[in-house]
């Protein structure tokens, strides 16, 4: 039987229930997270942890599930694709009912075997190289988007702007699992689809994810005379090489993977033009999108001020993926009183059966490899802010 429901929909289903008296000693409906609070995805955990709060109040505040509170029971996997697993296993022996995370494709090859095992249900609201949730079913799922999809609309849109483009160079954070993938296995295909060819693909320019001179990386580049830069480095550096590449002023048209839609990318872009893409569009109209937005800003500033504020596709993922499970465990009946194997078990079969759910200005659809298939929203930089194309 397939799922049709709404985040707005749950909230008002949930409200039916009434407000749930406020006492500390109430048994609570504990949902694990798995996520990058401290290591080089610290930012994107920060963020994460916001948006799923957001959704957790929201659900308690309209009554709860089943006349419990949720409570998050949180480990941090350090960015760490060892901790990760770390995590999984801790959450296990806690008994959650299901699992959110780790964001970070790395963490997800280690941690998504490791709840597969233990019959936990893991959804990532990041993770997106294409097949991992496939390798580990059925237990795993992703609320998300698949690279293979956001590449190729990102690469369509930068050809349309850029026909004579032919030649293509890469810089890589060799380090790292989810940029080697994207540009080992996701890119290839998705470039020769669209006429290009690579210049270095056996020999990429490497960034190192400590590195705090990248004027090398950026000449190297330039001395390769390349239409195109395919740029596959971590959150961090990033923006370093974009300054950089601004300063020596490497003019080409550039693209990446998902996660560098956010404000402060676009301002270390600048004058650069950076294509990227994700399944969530932070300025839509649609009401829910808009609420979550303004909620997720005025937290973003409270709890860590200085960073990005605009909600980036990880935090909306997040955000859908509680509301998600809030009604996964409602239509299942679990109390706190439910043997924790019984709880899985019947979340997993919810999110087996997902269909024409409507999350932030998306339809949440899972299939049968456990991920959701999402519209792309191609963006562009332009004079230091992004640009839906």
């Known amino acids: 039987m397939h799922i049709r429901r709404s985040i707005l929909g749950a909230a008002v289903a949930a409200a039916v229930i009434g407000v749930l008296p406020a006492h500390a000693q109430q048994p609570t409906i504990k949902i694990g997270i798995n996520v990058e609070r401290t ?13 799923a ?28 694709p060892e901790q990760a697993v770390i995590a999984t296993r801790n959450l296990d022996r806690a008994g959650v009912a299901a699992m959110l995370g780790p964001i970070q494709t790395s963490q997800c090859r280690t941690a998504f075997p490791a709840a597969n095992r233990a019959g936990l249900v893991s959804v990532s609201p990041g993770s997106a190289a294409p097949g991992l949730t496939a390798q580990n079913r059925p237990w795993t799922f992703r609320i998300a988007a698949i690279d293979t999809m956001i590449v190729d609309e990102v690469v369509a849109n ?75 480095a971590g959150f961090e550096p990033a923006h370093g090489f974009l300054r950089e590449a601004n300063r020596q002023k490497l003019n080409i048209p550039m693209f990446a993977g998902q996660g560098y839609i956010t404000a402060s990318m676009a301002t270390a872009a600048g004058d650069l033009n950076l294509f990227a893409g994700q399944p969530f569009d932070p ?72 269909k024409g759910y409507k999350g932030l200005g998306n339809t ?8 959701t298939l999402k519209t792309t929203m191609v963006y562009r930089t332009r004079a230091g802010k992004w640009a839906r194309q």
Do not use: C, W
């Open 39 to 51: 290591g080089g995805a610290a930012s994107y955990g920060a963020h994460m942890m916001i948006a």
């Open 283 to 354: 300025d839509s109209s649609e009401p829910n999108v808009q609420k979550f937005v303004a909620e997720f800003k005025a937290r973003v500033d409270k709890e860590i001020p200085g960073q990005y504020a605009s909600p980036t596709y990880i935090d909306a993922s997040a955000y859908e993926s509680i509301h998600v499970l809030a009604d996964a465990l409602r239509a299942g009946k679990i109390t706190p009183a439910t043997d924790p194997k019984q709880a899985r078990e019947s979340v997993r079969t919810y999110l087996a059966a997902l």
């Open 53 to 80: 709060q957001i959704a957790l109040d929201e659900v308690n505040k309209a009554g709860g599930v089943n006349g419990a509170r949720l409570e998050f029971i949180t480990e941090d996997n350090r960015s760490s």
């Open 158 to 232: 930068l050809r349309k702007a850029y026909p004579n483009a032919k030649t293509v160079a890469i810089a890589v954070d060799t380090r790292d699992a989810y940029n080697q993938f994207l540009v080992k296995t996701v890119a290839p295909g998705v470039v020769e689809k669209h006429g290009m060819t690579f210049l270095n693909q056996d020999q990429p320019v490497e960034i190192s994810p400590d590195a705090t001179d990248f004027s090398v990386f950026v000449t190297k580049l330039k001395a390769m005379n390349p239409d195109v830069l395919l740029l596959g």
């Open 364 to 371: 949440l659809n899972m299939n049968a490899e456990g991920d």
